[in-house]
């Protein structure tokens, strides 16, 4: 049976403060080599996740910003793509949530009927989100490059914010920096199913992975065969809703690395 690895970016695949992945790229090599698809999930951006595949020699399709959308190669699948897709570059995109003008739409119109005050990607210079994320220039200018979400930086949020956010058909995702608003029909888990459609339709039955670092990162873990959960810098796991994953015994991408050689390597282990 073909197997498939979904991962999750920052504080997985990439060190959560550096966003380096000198430590996960011989796992990632191992997979390359047996070609096995590595399938970024995270909140990143499409020219944010792009520079890491080509950085890692990665092309498979990817879903970006929480399960926004999912990004595939054209002809990368056989058969005909049985979903609505638009063409951008040289992918097909099946979108899951809403264009990121409708969300900033809300989002503005929110503070001033709320009278609050926060700075979203959109309110503030490049400069001063490479400084806010720790980030360069070039990263930065690419991390603002959203297509279905906004992230609120810095500033105050009420309760209210929330009610009312939800009572327009989007939500809030806490992640490991700051607050991301996606539509309400933005999911990890439902894109991670669209695609496991189409593998399934190319290739017949397949068995998926997992790998994640954060509460975030639940929705994947419900969507796969098998979930690992990496520690996070402190060295503690994330309080799962339910404890579903399998604990990895590392932290960021030193535990990917070792969910990779624990759960896919066994097969491959002679060929290490
Ligand atoms: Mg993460």
Known sequence: MKKIVFTDLD??????????????REAVEF??????????????????????QEALGVHHPFIVENGSA??????????PIPFNTYHINQFE????????ETI????ANLRENLRLSFLCYCDLPA?????????????????????????????????????????????????????TIVSKQAHKGRAIELLLKLYEQEWGEVWSYGIGDHVNDYEMFKAV????????PNGEWAVLEEPCARLINAIGPEGFSQAVYAMVGPQHRQAV
Not at 31 to 52: G, H, T, W
Not at 93 to 100: L, M, N, R, T, Y
Not at 127 to 153: K, T
Request: net charge positive; aromatic share 10%.
């Open 70 to 79: 999912i990004y595939i190669p054209k002809g990368y699948f056989k058969q």
């Open 104 to 107: 900033r739409e809300a989002i």
């Open 127 to 179: 400069e001063e989100v490479s400084m806010y994320l720790g980030m360069d220039l070039n990263s930065a200018r690419r991390a603002m490059q959203r297509e279905f979400s906004e992230s609120i930086l810095q500033g105050s949020l009420s309760q209210r914010f929330f009610m009312e956010l939800d009572k327009v058909g989007f939500r809030s995702i806490p992640g490991s920096r700051f607050q």
């Open 11 to 24: 504080g997985t695949l990439l060190d959560l403060k550096s966003y380096s992945y000198a430590r996960s």
């Open 93 to 100: 995109v099946i979108v899951v949530g809403e264009p990121v």
């Open 31 to 52: 997979l390359q080599n047996r070609e096995i698809p590595l399938v970024f999930c995270s909140s990143k951006a499409r020219a944010e996740q792009l520079a890491y």
């Open 225 to 232: 065969n098998e979930p690992a959960l990496v520690q996070r």
